[in-house]
Every structure is written in C-alpha cells, then in structure tokens.
Nanobody, 122 residues
Framework: VQLQASGGGLVQAGGSMRLSCAAS????????MGWFRQAPGKEREFVAT???????YYGDSVRGRFTASRDNAKNTMYLQMNNLKPEETAVYYC?????????????????WGQGTLVTVSS
C-alpha cells in the first residue's frame, strides 16, 4: 500500500493551495481518510478527517478555511486550503484510517503517506 501526497510548495500568507493524496495497492473506498501536519519541533497535529461518504470533520484551527474531499473512484483525497497562515508551515501527511468512523487521533490510522511540505511566507 502506498499513499502519495502532492501539491505542496511555497505560498504567500492569505493564499490557497490544494493537496492531493493518491492511494495505490489497495482500495479504501470505505475507509476514513485523514490529513495531519507536523511543523518543525512540534508534534503531529490533526487537520481533517473524511469518511467514505464525504462527511468531514476539521481541527479547530482550520475549520472554515480548509475543505477535505475525496474521489473514491480514483482512490484519491484532497485538501483545499484557503487563507493560509505562516504558522501553518508544515509537512502535511495523508493517512488511511481503520474502519469507517471519523477519526482525529493519529493512532487510528494504519497507512501514512510520505508527506508534502507546505511553506507559507509572511
């Protein structure tokens, strides 16, 4: 199983960016998927989780600015990030969770991508 996160890069504060996460090696149409991020020197932080039916839940700091979506036919998940802030500079990871329910803990995820770096300049 492989998860390939892409779409990271450099963006100015207030800008937008869309991340993608493509899964291969198995199908996860029914599994919850999630986004986490880790800034230098900080712990991994929950960003968003999305169930197989598209229902999503977000971390407090991103709610209203980030939108998670998925295309089950393509085994791909997305994260649209708007109004980005410099403190959101981090490596963003996608993951596949155990089972169906929305999950906010990293320990509830069984497969992880390699991460994609998002740098937000001030």
């Amino acid at each position: 199983v492989q998860l390939q996160a892409s779409g990271g890069g450099l963006v100015q504060a207030g800008g937008s960016m869309r991340l993608s996460c493509a899964a291969s090696g198995d199908t996860f149409n029914r599994n919850t998927m999630g986004w986490f991020r880790q800034a230098p020197g900080k712990e991994r932080e929950f960003v968003a989780t999305i169930a197989w039916d598209g229902i999503a839940y977000y971390g407090d700091s991103v709610r209203g600015r980030f939108t998670a979506s998925r295309d089950n036919a393509k085994n791909t998940m997305y994260l649209q990030m708007n109004n980005l802030k410099p403190e959101e500079t981090a490596v963003y990871y996608c993951a596949v969770g155990y089972g169906l329910g929305l999950r906010v803990s990293a320990s509830d995820y069984m497969y992880w991508g390699q991460g994609t770096l998002v740098t937000v300049s001030s």
